[in-house]
């Protein structure tokens, strides 16, 4: 039985909202999530889960999930993965951001990622990796007010890889991506939460010839910043210990 989760709430006079998907079901719940792809791949909910597959090919390829809302205010999102196979250079992240506005500027898009030798942040102020060999956890990031922070779940604790002040807010949409260069890539997504102070519905209805659009500038966008920031950079500008909570 799959457990879909939309709650409003009011917590000291702020009112928010908690969004939960256990994709169980083993159908796409298509009022909270669209997929996309860039060139090759494919994004199913399958097996109680998530399955994002990219096969081999020569360059870059992108298949995503995201939000049919924007999320707006503070928030704080969740999700687990699991790396199922993966040859080139992969990576996956549990990412927000406005592509389609270039005001934004280095905001285009904000990365909390894993699974493939290092956990990593990357914001406006740069990438930060934590080295670790884990293929399967859980991913976290927060925004408070212009502060943007990523961790990972190390069984007992968050571990914080890197907070970034200082850094553009507004409405974003938010996405579980998944990239591959020059290889192939499979992974899963689990468990999804986000607790925010509001979600705008970006389109009248899913499948609208509007988030068609969005979609499209989204993918071209995040294979711009993707290709020219690649998180699984093997001598990263900066790398660090976590530090635990």
């Known amino acids: 039985m ?39 791949g494919s994004v199913n909910e399958v097996n109680q889960r998530i399955e994002v ?12 999930i995201g939000l049919t809302f924007l999320v707006g205010g503070d928030f ?12 080139g250079t992969p990576g996956l992240a549990l990412s927000t951001g406005n592509p389609l506005d270039p005001s934004v500027g280095c905001g285009h898009m904000m990365d909390v990622g894993g699974g493939f030798g290092s956990y990593f942040a990357r914001f406006c102020d740069g990438v930060w990796f934590v080295p670790s060999p884990e293929t399967t956890g859980r991913l976290r990031m927060v925004r408070s007010g212009s502060t943007y922070s990523g961790y990972f779940w190390d069984g007992a604790a968050w571990q914080l890889i890197h907070s970034s002040p200082g850094q553009p ?8 991506s998944t990239w591959s260069v020059n290889g192939s890539v499979q992974v899963a997504f689990d468990n999804f939460y986000l607790e925010a102070d509001s979600l705008t519905p970006m389109v009248p209805e899913p499948g609208s010839f509007t988030l068609a659009g969005i979609a499209l500038g989204l993918i071209w966008a995040i294979g711009k910043r993707r290709q020219a920031a690649r998180p699984s950079n093997p001598n990263p500008p900066h790398t660090l210990g976590a530090q635990n909570l």
Not at 11 to 40: C, E, H, P, Q, R
Not at 53 to 64: D, L, T, Y
Not at 169 to 176: E, R, S
């Open 2 to 40: 799959a457990l879909f989760l939309c709650l409003t709430f009011t917590n000291a006079g702020k009112a928010g909202t908690i969004t939960f998907d256990d994709f169980d079901d083993n159908s796409l719940n298509l009022s909270l999530w669209g997929a996309f792809v860039m060139d090759y």
């Open 53 to 64: 597959s990219i096969p081999a090919h020569s360059g870059f390829s992108s298949a995503n």
């Open 76 to 87: 704080d999102a969740q999700v687990d993965f699991a790396v199922l196979s993966s040859s």
């Open 169 to 176: 807010a507004g409405d974003w949409w938010m996405l579980l």
